[in-house]
């Protein structure tokens, strides 16, 4: 493809977490298409959706009169209203009249020049409440940071910071967003630390810095629309302790990275509950205003297109994210810890074992202490406790300080430096798993020895642009197939689809399957008893002169594509991987390949020591509108325990 076709791809592309699967389960209750269906079962505000507008090279970009036109029909025939704006990405948040958020989203889809709309789901704290009082406030202070010398070294020491100080405490010039609950900047061991904007003149009313936020001297509080970040919770205050508590000031405990600047955004009401409209904002402010971190202990296991859009902009804008595993000792996917860009953290305690709240899975890049932390809460008070929203903010306190020693690393790099000098093989449950694994990732950070490696001025090796990233593509995974084998025509394949010159996504030849009548083509492969992950990838497209929606109760679509894994002496034991149709994005409506995933753990595969069909088939209501299907880089590989390589079955 032409680099400018690429450009076009990569903005359009379609990353669709398709089987949020626990291990154990044998069987998928959701299906996604390759324009996703949002989940109007998640918490949400009610009678509130997101809508993006699609871009200018459909000729439905915002500023023409034919998207205005659109956009005001769309408003009449909803009742809605337009009540707030993101115009980096191009998103509005609409109020309708009811609750019906069903229709809303079939009539926001159906038209052109709509890229996506979804709920405004909520999300919340990723704290243990289970484990330990959050107003347990330590005993009577004395002198040189008492709480370091008799509680916190413990597992700071076991992450080598001591070390680490003796490169760099942190620069002030490295600023550290914490989106959560606010913070309270007047804590003992707090002064000094939060973020001034000094082009903003406080409580006059006017924004003089034209950044869109009126005397936002200290920040902002999205859900109070405002610019008092003072801690309505306890939250906020808590992590910004881990992050950057004063070192030597003779009171309380030690940050990670006690010399950093750290900037309060609120996004939680005093119940622990925020919004994913405001999160998207807090993070485009945090990019905007300067921070080159953000924190996020916070997240729910809900995707949204919005947040997915706010974290590359920022990781484009050259901010590393952080964010929470979750407490839900659960392989399902959660967000926005899973987002490529953004680095996941799970928690282990003080001996290193895993924390058994701690949720694990693909998207965990390393572990931090997250167990018993104590750290700072409103009211000069110390409090204990336990989640990967304590995690976090140590991975988030690390990366302020390897920015504060070299200012010029990517995240990439910063990344890379991370998982790099992290403690593998740490705890009991990674004994025999070297390198990375789902419960600690690349393993528990280390702060002295990924300090030390830092060169100031030096750049620093990274993951390359555009690879995959290591958790879905792990190297001891094994390509069952590679481009589909579509490049040697339908070798291997049954079924009655064609395979044809263009278009492709990659190489010379892709699959092409009608739904002007029914269509199916498999292949069939071992999954040894011993499979540990399987994981599918394929690009998509989808050419249609019908963009109706299914007439039967029973489908989503007049026209459609599923992709199976499929059992072959047990038909009834099938995974779907992906459900497509007329309705979905299309080449008319400007995107013309989506990309899909699915990374099925052991217990969702639907055998194991026994042959599987990878199953293709197309079906039609036969109204005489076409629509085309056409797949290419289908890519499907297999782990194995211990095992780097697969003998035997691979073609």
Not at 68 to 80: H, M, S
Not at 387 to 407: E, F, I, K, W
Not at 429 to 439: A, H, L, M, R
Not at 484 to 504: I, R
Request: with cysteine.
């Amino acid at each position: 493809m032409r680099e400018g076709d690429c450009q076009l791809l990569r903005k359009w592309l379609l990353l669709i977490p398709l089987l949020l699967l626990m291990a154990g389960r044998t069987a998928v209750s959701d299906t996604a298409t390759a324009r996703p269906w949002p989940d109007l079962d998640a918490p949400r505000v009610p009678g509130e959706v997101l809508v993006k507008f699609t871009g200018r090279e459909t000729g439905y970009g915002l500023q023409s009169s034919l998207a205005r036109l659109e956009r005001e029909r769309l408003l009449v025939t909803l009742g809605a209203e337009a009540i707030d704006d993101v115009p980096a990405l191009g998103i509005e948040r609409w109020r309708l009249p009811d609750d019906h958020l069903d229709r809303a989203i079939r009539v926001l889809l159906a038209s052109p020049a709509v890229a996506w709309a979804e709920p405004n789901y909520t999300l919340s704290l990723t704290l243990d409440t289970a484990q330990d009082s959050p107003l347990a406030v330590s005993p009577n202070l004395t002198p040189n940071d008492p709480n370091y010398l008799s509680y916190t070294q413990y597992y700071l020491k076991r992450l080598g910071v001591e070390d680490a100080w003796d490169i760099t405490v942190g620069s002030q010039e490295i600023v550290v967003a914490i989106i959560d609950t606010g913070i309270a900047c007047d804590h003992e061991d707090l002064v000094g630390h939060c973020w001034r904007n000094e082009d903003e003149i406080p409580n006059n009313g006017v924004d003089d810095d034209g950044n869109g936020y009126v005397d936002d001297v200290g920040g902002w509080n999205f859900y109070l629309d405002g610019p008092d970040t003072s801690d309505v919770h306890y939250h906020g205050t808590h992590v910004a302790g881990i992050v950057a508590a004063t070192l030597n000031n003779g009171v309380g405990i030690v940050g990670i990275a006690p010399g950093v600047t750290l900037m309060p955004l609120g996004i939680f009401s005093p119940r622990g509950v925020g919004t994913y409209y405001d999160l998207i904002r807090a993070i485009l402010y945090a990019t905007d205003n300067g921070a080159r971190v953000i924190n996020m202990s916070l997240g729910a296991t809900t995707y949204s297109r919005g947040e997915a859009e706010a974290v590359a902009y920022a990781a484009r804008h050259g901010v590393t994210l952080v964010a929470a595993a979750g407490n839900q000792s659960s392989d399902r996917l959660f967000y926005p810890a899973a987002h490529p860009e953004v680095i996941g953290v799970s928690a282990t305690d003080v001996n290193d074992n895993r924390a058994s709240f701690s949720n694990h899975g693909d998207y965990v890049s390393v572990a931090a202490p997250g167990v018993s932390i104590l750290s700072t809460i409103p009211g000069n008070g110390y409090g204990i406790l336990s989640g990967t929203s304590m995690a976090s903010p140590h991975v988030a306190g690390l990366a302020a300080l390897l920015l504060s020693r070299n200012p010029n690393l990517t995240p990439s790099e910063v990344r890379f430096l991370i998982e790099s000098y992290a403690e593998d093989r740490v705890g009991p449950s990674s004994i025999d798993t070297p390198g990375w694994d789902p419960y600690y990732g690349a393993g528990r950070i280390h702060v002295g020895r990924a300090v030390a490696a830092v060169t100031p001025g030096v750049p620093q090796p990274s993951r390359p642009t555009g690879e995959a990233p290591a958790f879905i593509w792990p190297e001891t995974c094994v390509d069952v197939l590679t481009n589909g084998g579509f490049e040697d025509g339908l070798l291997g394949w049954t079924g009655d689809g064609d395979v044809v010159n263009a278009p492709t996504y990659e190489g010379a030849r892709a699959l092409r399957l009608p739904s002007e009548r029914e269509a199916r083509v498999a292949q069939s492969f071992l999954i040894p008893d011993d499979a540990l992950q399987a994981t599918f990838s394929a690009a998509v497209r989808i050419e249609t002169a019908d963009a109706g929606e299914g007439t039967s109760p029973v489908e989503r679509f007049d026209d459609w594509l599923r992709v199976w894994l499929v059992a072959q002496d047990a038909p009834e034991r099938r995974v779907l991987l992906l459900y497509a149709g007329n309705t979905s994005d299309s080449v008319r409506y400007g995107l013309a390949w989506d990309e899909v995933l699915a990374v099925l753990p052991a217990g969702s595969l639907p055998v194991r020591g026994g042959e599987v069909s990878l199953v293709f088939e197309t079906g039609s209501d036969q109204d005489g509108q076409k629509t085309t299907f056409t797949v290419d880089a289908v890519r499907l590989c297999l782990v194995r325990s211990r095992v780097r390589y697969i003998l035997g079955y691979m073609p």
